[in-house]
């Protein structure tokens, strides 16, 4: 029984990994043999242990996300990543900042701060719901884009409809404009089959603490190699006037933002192998599994509350 991995309350049917995922007891008992090993010698895990083991966490969710593991850093969740990209960028009053309608809270929240700092102008694209088609998402953001658009705030999957957007085909449309776009990912990882590499985004932040079910305060950012000069991380530390020269300054920065428990990060890989043999067929069995469950779902709500389905 799958169940028995998860320490989830048995009188609770839990569907919303969405929101914050359970993580199963496996990866919580490889946390721990980490905190272990920090708390036995705290000097020699943080200062000499713990480097390679971010390093190969962060190879290890490159080769799952398809990025380079030069473009990538981990952040405490996607709203860090929100914050890092959006208030490292210099907008001028009568920039305008595209997002839509359907924006989770947070991040909007952080669109609208800088927006006000700046003098820019948040622009919201209206994304139908029900849907038809994919296109009818990229005509709604296209069509917002003017010259003075200096950015696009778009989520791949949407927190309140669950839509996944086209974001390949939306980031190469935006380019085409000239239009960098930040992807706020917070739900694909482990959801959606990613390569960030393909997608071709400027920016890209996840969270592996959803339906990858990694610990809380397990995302990431990537940030496309021409961009990383002027992103830095919302928190100034050691890096910033680091001599080192054998790392870029975007890892030297985002690798240690002061001293936090990074064991969420080094169980990103044991998240990945745990969760990935669940199923004979690995992560595209789940994800396809976990696709038709969700599916069959909205079609037992939609028939009881006899709606049509929202969206393809
Ligand atoms: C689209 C979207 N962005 C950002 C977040 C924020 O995630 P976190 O709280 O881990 O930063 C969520 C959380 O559900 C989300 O749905």
Redesign the pocket.
Known sequence: MINAYWLLDRNITFLNH??FGACPIPVLEAQTIFREQLEREPLRFLLREFEPLLDNARNQLAAFIGASEDDLAFVP????G?NAVLRSLCFAPGDELLTTNQ??N??RNTLNFVAERTGAKVIVAEVPFPIESPEQIIEAIIKCVSPQTKLALL?H???QTGLIFPIKQLVGELANRGVDVLV?G??APGMVALNLDEIGAAYYTG?C??WLCAPKGA?FLYVRRDKQDAIRPTTISHGANSPRADKSRFQLEFDWMGTVDPSPYLCVPVAIDFMGSLLSGGWPELRAKNHALALAGRKILADKLDLRLPCP
């Open positions: 969405g929101s969740n996607a709203t860090t929100v924006e989770y947070a991040c989520d999957v949407v927190s706020d917070a739900h969270n603490h959803k995302g």
